[in-house]
């Protein structure tokens, strides 16, 4: 079973949804097949590399919402990461531009085809961010939270730097977002389930788990014996025979 992700780096709800994702995919029976893949969203690719300002002073400068309106939406974000395990620590919060560290994932897809490394260093990424006041437009931060998920630092390096790699990993950042456009997804986190079924936002695990079971049972489908009406009691079994013979 395939599942698109669409994310960013500078989203709690991306950081709660995944997490819960996660945890939820580690318990399903059949994760052993199940290839995840992560695309880039950015929701604000205008942002600078660093932003002079909190931010509380960024969405109420940019979304034109109220300081303590912006205030009561972080205790309810901050609520809901804590039914998860999660610390959103908003006031440590750097505002920055997440293409760099877009640039980095893209990378680590490339070095580890099977996408393991870019989720760990995703949810890295999400919780340097939101936990542990970090600057996700930084080189160096970037290129030690690579490392530490298992990147190959030297790439990890190129990817973030000014070089015709890094370049060409920005396209396939903007590819991913007209991909997000053509699908019609315009909020994040956003769930493609065998490139047919959409789940948008940090759902429920109720509603992750559910979907699933449902995909998985509808792209495997198992043969149902035959029942026959009015005939109670009839053994639709016949003599066959199996590996361990006949009968």
């Not at 950015?42 to 205030?71: H, I, N, W």
């Not at 920055?96 to 393991?116: K, W, Y």
């Not at 030297?154 to 699908?183: C, F, M, T, W």
Request: include cysteine; charged fraction near 25%.
């Amino acid at each position: 079973m395939e599942i698109d992700i669409w994310s960013d780096i500078a989203c709690p709800w991306c950081y709660i949804g995944l997490t819960r994702f996660e945890r939820v995919l580690d318990d399903f029976p059949h994760k052993d097949q199940v290839e995840v893949r992560l695309h880039s969203y950015q929701l604000d690719p205008t942002l600078p590399e660093a932003y002079d300002g909190t931010e509380v002073d960024y969405l109420s400068a940019t979304k034109g919402m109220p300081r303590d309106q912006v205030e009561q939406m972080f205790g309810q974000v901050r609520a809901a990461g804590a039914s998860e395990g999660l610390v959103l620590d908003f006031d440590s919060v750097q505002v920055a531009n997440s293409r760099r560290a877009h640039r980095l994932l893209h990378a680590a897809r490339v070095e580890d085809p099977s996408g393991a490394v870019a989720r760990t260093l995703k949810i890295a990424l999400l919780k340097a961010h939101f936990t542990d006041g970090e600057s996700i437009s930084d080189p160096e931060v970037l290129v030690r939270i690579a490392g530490q998920a298992g990147m190959d630092a030297d790439k990890a390096a190129i990817a973030v730097g000014d070089s015709p790699e890094a370049h060409r990993l920005d396209q396939a950042v903007a590819n991913d977002i007209q991909l997000a456009g053509q699908l019609g997804i315009q909020g994040v986190p956003f769930f493609v389930l065998e490139n047919k079924y959409g789940i948008s936002g940090a759902q429920p695990a109720e509603v992750f788990e559910q979907a699933l079971r449902q995909v998985w049972d509808e792209s495997h489908p198992r043969i149902q014996p035959l029942a026959v009406p009015g005939i109670d009691g009839m053994d639709t079994t016949g003599p066959s025979c199996g590996p361990e013979g006949c009968n």
